[in-house]
């Protein structure tokens, strides 16, 4: 019902970036159908990347029918994470033709490596071919936002010219 798949085997423990690729198919036709994760502690993810209606606590809301069966999610680390192994958990919560609230639960381990080990992490080739299809094809400025910084004021300092107040006061260091 539920596959989780990783775009690399296992995520640096600082500044550790990864994305998921959550697959689901519901046995019928469904409705209200939700998602969402639970991350171990010093995990955060960002909002998914597939588009679909997100609230402020994460639950991504798919509607009355399930046409998005694919959701991607990038996770990543602020601090440092202990390395080892840790476990997400993806709930999917849906009601069925019958009128059953049904709610699935999948676990899912994956790895937390030193910077020494990272060497070793494998990447799965088709997660990131659609993440990268995924966000060549997103535009919306929902998905992409960008920071704007106004340029700083260059300040120059030239050294040949001396204030008066830097005459009145400075002190020459003795050279040897």
């Known amino acids: 019902m539920i596959q989780v798949r990783y775009a690399k085997s296992a995520m640096e423990n600082e500044e550790g970036m990864n994305h998921l690729w959550i697959q689901m198919a519901p046995p019928g036709p469904v409705q209200n159908a939700r998602l969402q994760l ?3 502690p010093g995990l955060h993810r960002s909002r998914n990347l597939s588009g679909v209606d997100e609230d402020s606590s994460g639950v991504i809301s798919m509607g009355n029918t399930l046409t998005v069966t694919d959701v991607f999610i990038e996770i990543f680390t602020l601090e440092p994470v202990p390395c080892g192994e840790h476990i997400i958990l993806v709930e999917l919560s849906y009601t069925d033709a019958d009128g059953t609230v049904t709610r699935v639960k999948q676990e899912t381990m994956f790895k937390v ?4 080990e990272s060497a070793e992490i494998r990447t799965d080739d088709e997660v990131v071919r659609r993440i990268k299809a ?8 929902e998905q992409r936002q960008y920071n704007e910084y106004t340029p700083a004021k260059l300040i120059r ?3 040949s010219q ?3 107040w830097e005459k009145k006061y400075r002190v020459e260091g003795a050279t040897r």
Request: glycine letters at 10%; one cysteine or more.
């Open 113 to 116: 490596v030193s910077e020494e």
């Open 157 to 159: 300092l030239d050294s």
């Open 162 to 164: 001396v204030s008066e």
């Open 38 to 40: 639970l991350l171990p």
């Open 134 to 141: 995924l966000q060549g094809v997103c535009g919306s400025s």
